[in-house]
Every structure is written in C-alpha cells, then in structure tokens.
C-alpha cells in the first residue's frame, strides 16, 4: 500500500452543482478520508463510480453526511448501496446522517430494488446486503452549533445554514480531526456570509465552501421566460454564494484554506474559477490558500 493511503485528505469526487447531469463532471460528493476511513458529505450522481475511480472503492465507507435533501445531493446513494455490496472488500454497513427525512430515506432507499437484490442474492456468491442506519439530525432554529456524531477518528458538529425559504432544513458539517486537531468544515448549499457558517468555520483549517458564478447566471435567465427567469434568479441569487464573495467568508472566519465546491450554474474549468476568485481575495485581503479543484482532485489535510 502506498504511503499516501494512509494520509488523512479531501478526495473531491464530485464538485458540479445542480440537478443538471453535465457530461463528463459529477455531482456533490466530497470523501473526508482519515485515518483510512472515508466519510462522504452529500452523494450525488456518480459517486459509486468515482470512488471506485479515486481507487477509495467502499469498503472505507462509514457514514455519509446529507447537507439537505435536493436529489444533486442525494441521487447516489442507490448505488452507493447496491454497488457497494457487491464490491470486494465490499460496503458492510453505512450510517445516513442528515436533516430530518433522512431516518425515512435510509428506510425507504431501496424498497424499489427488492426483487433486483433477491435475485442476486438467490444466485449466490455475495454475503449480507449493508445495513443502513439512518439518523435525522435535529437542529435548533436558532442556528446553535451541535454535536452530531464522534468516532474513533472525528468529532463531527453542524449547524444550520439559509438555502432559500422553501429549504427548511440546510446543514453544514464541521469535522475535528482527533489524531491531528485539524478542522474541515463543509458549508452545503447555503447563501453568501451566512453567520451560522461563519460561526462553525471560526479558525478552520480547511472550508470547502459552495460557489456560483452570478453572471452566468444572468446570461442563463436571459434566455428563458419571463416569470421562469424571474424565478431562477431570485432563488439562484438568495440561496448561493458568489464566488467574489467567498475570500471575504474565509477571511472572516479566519479559514486557512479555501476551497471551491458545487460549482453552478455552468461547467466551467477550474482556472476559470480560479481566475475570478483571486482578485476578490485580493480585494477582501485573505491570503490563505485558494483551491478550485477539478473532480478526483486530492487535497492533503
């Protein structure tokens, strides 16, 4: 086994936001890998084939942590499970955490698969199908950051975070490292200087933070029809985070690092991103390191 396997790391699975399937790119899935076991935030389409890609496979899989429950973040886990079974080593077990619903959705995830399952099951050659348990995450409304959940290896908090009115329940995620005190926080979706983000985030080593690019935005609505335009701007705009915004964020928090994620509306290269967000760090004074990663990216911790 190389040395790096057993570096604690982000592995970037899937970094392009949306309901939209782009080609070639995949959608929300970040793999916080410690101590050799995997911990993904969100499981968009393809996540099944980009752990295999990434050379993770899913037998480190423990948990996976839903930021909410729009299906870019969540279409994955089916074949997270079913795939996962018949893997060698294969997935054995997967605690689901996220906002409430989610207890229903690890219940209910592959009632539609019965039949497909049983069949394979009947022909042998695969062992017990994963457990899953799944946990809602209750938060208080005042945005007070919470302990989720503590293994061997993190200690895992949230709070809650503004991802437009018709969201009732948007999560962040900080994970603290044990073995290293090093700190990683995920914002989910949420809308620019969220204070219950900044709060999470204070002298974080790591935000992986979700980001937007507002004129594409504008270029997109232009060419729909007016009331839809109207629509999609106004939820794009106050539920998302502008990349030119995102320095400022960081350097509040006091975040050592910056990375990009959930990069909407458009695909775009990663040197675009970058293109745009430096001279915003410049302007807002944050010198901490800026990644805009590309899917299968790995970022040492």
Known sequence: MDSKDHEDRLVMLGVNGGPVIAPGEAQPALALVVNNAVYLVDCGLDSARQLVHSGLGFGPV???????????????????LLHGWTARPPLSFLDLWGPPGTKAKAR????????????YQAGGGFGPFPAVEGHDIELPADGTITPVMEDENVVVAATRVFHGPEVADSYAYRFTIKR????????????????????????????????????????????????????????????????????????????????LSHYTPTV?????????VLPAAEKAGYTGEIVAPAALDVIPL
């Open 108 to 119: 209910n995830l592959l009632a539609g698969f019965e039949d497909d399952i049983s069949l």
């Open 180 to 259: 290293t005190g090093k700190v990683v926080v995920f914002s989910g979706d949420t809308a620019a200087h969220d204070a219950n983000l900044i709060a999470l985030a204070k002298d974080c080593d790591v935000l992986v933070h979700e980001t937007q690019d507002n004129s594409a935005v504008e270029r997109i609505a232009a060419g729909l029809p007016g009331p839809q335009a109207a629509e999609l701007t106004k939820h794009l705009f106050e539920a998302h985070s502008s990349v030119l915004e995102l320095p400022a964020i960081a350097a509040t928090a006091g975040a050592g690092k910056l990375v």
């Open 268 to 276: 775009q290269p990663p040197e675009v991103w970058l293109a745009m």
């Open 62 to 80: 423990r948990s996976v942590f839903i930021t909410h429950h729009h299906f870019d973040h969540t279409s994955g886990l089916p074949a997270l």
